[in-house]
């Protein structure tokens, strides 16, 4: 039974900083893809950032570059996305979600389409 568990989200002011947790369980890391995802309110469901847990090959959308670092602990089968100077614009539910790869090294899908399976979301509260 596939799980993916998403956590670490909260209220933080303008400028700070959260740590996300994705528990993945039930699935090989070496094969899959792991995408963090978030949905505002009234707007639809956009990628934020993917990785690559057997090559550590990352994605970050425009909106998130420098700001955002998405890591992977194979042995806690847990990845994170550490998230730094925090704007209101970033206010949404984050999900994580796992894709199945053909085989290491095949590019991390960036659309949702690409992925099998997904956790519950945590919503990031971000005040002005």
């Known amino acids: 039974d596939v799980q993916l568990q998403a956590s670490g989200g909260g209220l933080v002011e303008d400028g700070g900083s959260l740590r996300l947790s994705c528990i993945v369980s039930g699935i090989s890391f070496d094969y899959y893809g792991i995408g963090w995802f978030r949905q505002a309110p009234g707007k639809e469901r956009e990628v934020v950032s993917c990785?690559?847990?057997?090559?550590?090959?990352?994605f970050y959308s425009d909106s998130v570059t420098g700001r955002f670092s998405i890591s992977s602990d194979d042995h806690k089968s847990t990845v994170y996305l550490q998230m730094n100077g925090l704007k209101p614009e970033d206010t949404a539910v984050y999900f994580c979600?796992?894709?199945?790869?053909?085989?290491?090294?095949?590019?991390?899908?960036?659309?949702?389409?690409?992925?099998?399976?997904w956790g519950q979301g945590t919503q990031v509260t971000v005040s002005s």
């Open positions: 979600a796992a894709a199945r790869l053909p085989w290491s090294g095949w590019p991390v899908p960036v659309q949702e389409p690409g992925y099998n399976y």
């Open positions: 990785i690559d847990t057997g090559d550590n090959s990352t």
